[in-house]
């Protein structure tokens, strides 16, 4: 009996919402607590991660700055290792730590660094209740559903997005943002039953052979998140870009073998729409992800039709762009689940700071 390639990766995209809905449900049974630590004082908020959470992390500061007010940024985790003269905030400041397995060996040195050196309050999220950075942690959030057999995350980053927008949503003292998150799980089902032919058809394009992602303001590290599961599934040339920051160089690369994303935002829909019709002028086929596909200048649109608030929607985005991933790699001959050259974490010796 032949095993189907990449069958935990297509449960786990099918299965997001009931990890969405899970995740959710145990934020809001220590919100009163959790929301009263998050709200105390704080100049500063940084995020931090690897790979996956590194991008999880770009999205949820931009969320985070945007409902509280209060400066977020994010930083890759080894940064905050190797050069925390440069990473570390000066003023007292909240840490969000953001790590699947909660034992990546560069998140936990990280979180080593912003202790010694600032004394601040830290938070953790992750998918492993048992792991070293949950048993850590002055504060948890824990992805319930999140966790994953497949070595690419894909649930696994969309419920530890939810926690830290559910995260900022308490610290904003904003039940209504919370309400709207909660909203979120019913949504799925439909955008990926209506819209996986369309990825589907699209991976299986035998004139696209690169595949570009755009997107701005809190959408930027879901762009960027986006074009790495194209490039850990199928191994296809994948890039990620700021919407205008496009324009500036990198739009050298269009053609007609080019796949160009867009994830466009209310605030700056005209701007990004301006973008996409230039580059399907120069030849790319353009595949717009919005809120409304009325009037976008794209050969083909996913419409997410939520009416859910777009700082809290981001996660809708990505379900149909794992299964264009996921799709592709199958094309190629390739197993989404067995990705090359990766495993599930990544764990340094102490000694040397290889590989361990």
Same mark, same amino acid.
């Not at 500061?61 to 570390?88: D, K, M």
């Not at 879901?222 to 790495?228: K, Q, T």
């Given at each position: ?23 959710? *449900? ?241 605030? *700056? ?88």
């Amino acid at each position: 009996m032949t095993v189907q390639a990449g069958k935990h990766t297509y449960q786990e995209i099918l299965t997001q919402g009931d990890a969405w809905d899970a995740s959710l *449900a145990a934020v809001e049974g220590q919100a009163d607590v959790l929301g009263k630590w998050l709200r105390q004082p704080c100049a500063e908020v940084l995020f931090t991660g690897c790979g996956s959470p590194y991008y999880l992390s770009l999205a949820a500061a931009a969320i985070w700055q945007a409902l509280t007010g209060i400066r977020a940024h994010a930083v890759p985790a080894s940064e905050l290792w190797l050069f925390p003269q440069s990473a570390l905030p000066a003023q007292p400041s909240l840490l969000v730590a953001v790590s699947r397995s909660g034992a990546t060996t560069e998140v936990l040195w990280g979180i080593d660094r912003y202790r010694e050196r600032t004394h601040g309050r830290w938070l953790g999220v992750t998918c492993d209740i048992d792991s070293e950075l949950a048993r850590r942690a002055p504060k948890v959030l824990v992805a319930k559903g999140g966790e994953e057999q497949s070595v690419v995350q894909t649930r696994a980053f969309t419920s530890m997005l939810v926690l830290t927008q559910a995260a900022a949503g308490l610290a904003a003292g904003r039940r209504d943002y919370m309400a709207a998150l909660c909203s979120l799980p019913r949504h799925v089902g439909r955008l990926i039953r209506e819209y996986e032919p369309l990825a589907r058809s699209l991976a299986q394009a035998p004139g696209l052979t690169r595949f570009v992602f755009l997107g701005s303001g809190p959408n930027y590290g879901l762009a960027c998140e986006a074009m790495l599961k194209m490039k850990e599934m199928s191994l296809a040339p994948s890039e990620a870009f700021h919407f205008l920051e496009f324009r500036h160089g990198p739009k050298s690369v269009i053609g007609q073998g080019t796949l160009l994303v867009g994830l466009l935002t209310e605030a *700056a829909r005209d701007r990004e729409a301006a973008v996409l019709a230039e580059m399907r002028d120069l030849g790319a086929t353009v595949l717009a992800v919005s809120e409304s596909a009325d009037g976008l200048p794209a050969d083909h649109t996913i419409a997410l039709r939520s009416g859910i608030d777009e700082l809290a929607r981001g996660a809708l985005v990505l379900p149909v762009l794992q299964l264009l991933a996921y799709h592709r790699a199958l094309v190629n001959g390739l197993d989404p689940d067995r990705p090359a050259h990766l495993d599930a974490v990544v764990k340094l010796s102490a000694v040397t700071g290889k590989r361990a």
